[in-house]
């Protein structure tokens, strides 16, 4: 009703674990936004920028989705990204807090094997 949704957590916690997903920090996407950035895909984010599976237990999480906007980038313009950095400072998300977004936060093609079956088990928990 409010937008809002309860999940459980330990499917995540656990697919975190495993590398099917990341959470990507939500002071990274302010600072792609900032920067005039797009998002990345999850092969091209850099460790630093997503959650440990230790600090997923502690951080608020933020699950996003939306319909892309072209087959080969969901967000090719920045529309979705900045709405987001918008949401998510009207939330007072702060820079650790986690947020899942599919394009940064599973594997995109090309992936290799891993990556594929990394992939499939990820869209099983989300």
Request: glycine share 4%; proline share 5%.
């Amino acid at each position: 009703e409010n937008g809002h949704a309860r999940w459980q957590m330990k499917p995540l916690y656990d697919a975190t674990q495993s590398d099917a997903i990341a959470w990507v920090r939500a002071g990274y996407l302010k600072e792609l936004r900032n920067q005039g950035q797009l998002l990345q895909r999850r092969q091209d984010v850099h460790p630093q920028y997503c959650l440990t599976a230790e600090e997923v237990r502690k951080q608020a999480l933020f699950i996003v989705t939306y319909r892309w906007l072209s087959p080969r980038h969901p967000d090719p313009d920045g529309f979705y990204l900045a709405r987001l950095v918008d949401v998510l400072t009207n939330e007072k998300a702060d820079d650790d807090d986690g947020v899942f977004v599919d394009f940064s936060s599973l594997y995109q093609e090309p992936r290799d094997e891993d990556q594929k079956r990394l992939f499939k088990e990820g869209l099983r928990v989300i």
